[in-house]
């Protein structure tokens, strides 16, 4: 790969480059191949007939219920899913944890993935889709509103975590030079993504501050931003564990000696991670359940799915993370992050369709058509396709070349 950078061959040399790591590496005709290809195709007309009909043609909500599942489970879930990279990022660039260090690219890769296809679902939502612009400009909204800062956010952490990243594509590429001063930004990306992290995440959640009197008593408060932002911690932490499980078995052959002896204890580690934030949280919907003094309603069905969400698939992967750090037993940690994602994602839906509106009858809700359902799936194995592509051929998981582990020692 060095010759990319030393030789004169120039970007003759780089296009034979990239067409060799083009080719596939391994079987084709896999089953998650021949499932995932179909499902791309059908995506892909669905999105361009979105984009020629318009919003309405693929079913996309109402005006009643303006947010449907491109929100709510892929911008919303998607953006609290990736929060375990400026979390780890934190821990590893800040804090000097070397300990985490094996995982924090491939967990800065699955954050970045996630914010450039889940971010792109506001731009099928849209209704004028080429007015994608407006919200980042401030024009009809504005400056001040949430939604402009939302934008903006978005826009520069997807900057910052491709900043964070972009030391293992130097690598990859046998970019010398250009490696040695990616390595150089990346604290001051680190630093600006967090910062950044912290904002948008209780930016989407201060989005919801506006519909008071549409959203449940028990869903709704003024802590909803702190709510959102706490929640994304466990989350991304969630998924990070429930990432190594399946990296283990996908990508073992890339796997060093090294990662295997210290996964255990990076398991438990960020166990305990979220079992603190998890009750953290509980503290905080008991705070502020008794600030409303809506407990009365628990005893409605409103309420019991109120208390599945949060002691259900919130309290019970709580204990199993902490009884699972202690014993170190990572089926139980690893079950616990797969409840704790499920608790987000049915947390996310709530301010969207399940809380949003409770008061509207059954059959008239808002339930997303299979168009919709197919572009979700679509975006969800787009970001699975090329998160296998770049692991596959990056350093990520394996030891970076010894040019660049020399940059790093230095």
């Not at 375990?84 to 804090?95: D, E, K, N, S, T």
Request: proline fraction near 4%; aromatic fraction near 16%; charge should be positive.
């Amino acid at each position: 790969m060095d010759r990319l950078e030393d030789s004169s061959g120039g970007l003759g040399n780089l296009v034979a480059f990239l067409k060799s790591e083009l080719k596939p590496r391994g079987p084709i005709f896999t089953v998650f191949n021949v499932v995932t290809v179909p499902l791309l195709v059908l995506g892909g007309l669905v999105v361009l007939y979105r984009l020629w009909k318009g919003l309405g043609a693929v079913g996309g909500g109402s005006q009643e219920f303006p947010l449907g599942i491109w929100i709510g489970l892929v911008v919303m879930v998607g953006v609290a899913f990736a929060g375990g990279a400026y979390v780890l990022c934190f821990v590893v660039y800040i804090l000097n944890a070397e300990k985490y260090r094996p995982i924090i690219r491939i967990t800065v890769l699955n954050g970045f993935l996630a914010y450039m296809f889940y971010a792109s679902a506001i731009f099928l939502d849209l209704g004028r889709w080429w007015n994608i612009f407006n919200p980042i400009i401030g024009n009809r909204f504005g400056v001040n509103s949430v939604l402009f800062l939302v934008a903006w956010h978005f826009l520069l952490y997807m900057l910052a975590a491709f900043l964070e990243f972009s030391p293992a594509v130097a690598e990859w590429l046998g970019l010398k030079r250009a490696r040695k001063i990616l390595g150089t930004l990346t604290i001051g990306a680190v630093v600006f993504g967090i910062a950044l992290s912290t904002l948008h995440q209780s930016g989407l959640g201060a989005l919801f501050m506006m519909a008071k009197w549409k959203i449940h008593p028990l869903w709704y408060s003024e802590f909803i931003p702190i709510l959102f932002f706490v929640s994304s911690i466990y989350s991304g932490l969630s998924v990070t564990i429930f990432l190594e499980w399946i990296t283990r078995k996908v990508f073992k052959s890339q796997i060093t000696a090294e990662y295997r002896q210290a996964a255990p204890g990076i398991l438990t580690g960020l166990a305990r991670g979220c079992a603190g934030t998890i009750f953290v949280y509980l503290f905080l919907k008991v705070l502020v359940l008794l600030h409303g003094q809506e407990w009365g309603l628990l005893a409605t069905p409103m309420g019991w799915w109120y208390l599945f969400e949060v002691a259900g698939l919130a309290g019970v992967p709580g204990l199993l993370f902490l009884y699972g750090a202690r014993a170190r037993n990572l089926v139980m940690i690893r079950s616990a992050a797969v409840l704790a994602m499920l608790g987000i994602i049915l947390n996310r839906l709530a301010y969207v369709m399940i809380a949003f509106k409770w008061y509207v009858p059954f059959e008239h809700r808002h339930f997303p058509s299979w168009m919709e359902i197919v572009v979700t799936l679509t975006i969800v194995t787009l970001h699975i396709w090329v998160f296998r592509w770049i692991v596959h051929r990056m350093p990520i998981l394996r030891r970076p070349p010894a040019w660049a582990a020399k940059m790093e020692s230095h």
